[in-house]
T-cell receptor, first 111, second 116 residues
Framework: QKEVEQDPGPLSVPEGAIVSLNCTYSNSAFQYFMWYRQYSRKGPELLMYTYSSGNKEDGRFTAQVDKSSKYISLFIRDSQPSDSATYLCAMSEKYFNKFYFGSGTKLNVKP | GAVVSQHPSRVICKSGTSVKIECRSLDFQATTMFWYRQFPKQSLMLMATSNEGSKATYEQGVEKDKFLINHASLTLSTLTVTSAHPEDSSFYIC????????????FGQGTRLTVV
């Protein structure tokens, strides 16, 4: 069983739609939960991170963590074509220590 | 913000040769760096943890004699793929956490290695 499972893509939505991206995990020791955005042939860029359970909002992005269910989500409101990328969830036991990544969900926001 | 620079961005080499990839933290000291590998349509998989001044720690299944890691200074870690084979063709990315500012871990731009 993989440490982190991520919903397979690709996901195609119209501009303005609400996007929901999800990951599940098996290691209860994970404390830090991150969402990265990766454009083709580039390194990942941090979007948001959350410590333990709860919600965090940053502009159009909302990250949710439910440790009891070992389930995390990223919501994108009013999606834009510029949001088209691969979104990776990542988790670690210690603060920005070695990460375990999901396989990524490719998002395409159509104008 | 802090930047991690990785070089080269793309390299093509012949089977049996060695390739060195550099990862530099440009404006912060990185006592630890992480090396990941990403195969097409797969996730980033941690290969090893590079520790300044000591031996690297390798993940299970990663051959330490094949993937040589050197972290000789607080701003530079290198990954050398020795005796490269076509199956080593992949996207290699380094990451360094900024432990002083404790803001995030920064990723290099990645290196696309193609072994022919």
């Amino acid at each position: 069983q993989k440490e982190v499972e991520q919903d397979p893509g690709p996901l195609s939505v119209p501009e303005g739609a609400i996007v929901s991206l999800n990951c599940t995990y098996s290691n209860s020791a994970f404390q830090y939960f991150m969402w990265y955005r990766q454009y083709s042939r580039k390194g990942p860029e941090l979007l948001m991170y959350t410590y333990s359970s709860g919600n965090k909002e940053d502009g159009r992005f909302t990250a949710q963590v439910d440790k009891s269910s070992k389930y995390i989500s990223l919501f994108i409101r009013d999606s834009q074509p510029s949001d088209s990328a691969t979104y990776l969830c990542a988790m670690s036991e210690k603060y920005f220590n070695k990460f375990y990544f999901g396989s990524g969900t490719k998002l395409n926001v159509k104008p | 913000g802090a930047v991690v620079s990785q070089h080269p961005s793309r390299v093509i080499c012949k089977s049996g040769t060695s390739v060195k990839i550099e990862c530099r933290s440009l404006d912060f000291q990185a006592t630890t760096m992480f090396w990941y590998r990403q195969f097409p349509k797969q996730s980033l998989m941690l290969m090893a943890t590079s520790n300044e001044g000591s031996k690297a720690t390798y993940e299970q299944g990663v051959e330490k004699d094949k993937f040589l890691i050197n972290h000789a200074s607080l701003t530079l870690s290198t990954l050398t793929v020795t005796s490269a084979h076509p199956e080593d063709s992949s996207f290699y990315i380094c990451s360094a956490p900024d432990r002083v500012e404790q803001t995030e871990a920064f990723f290099g731009q990645g290196t696309r290695l193609t072994v022919v």
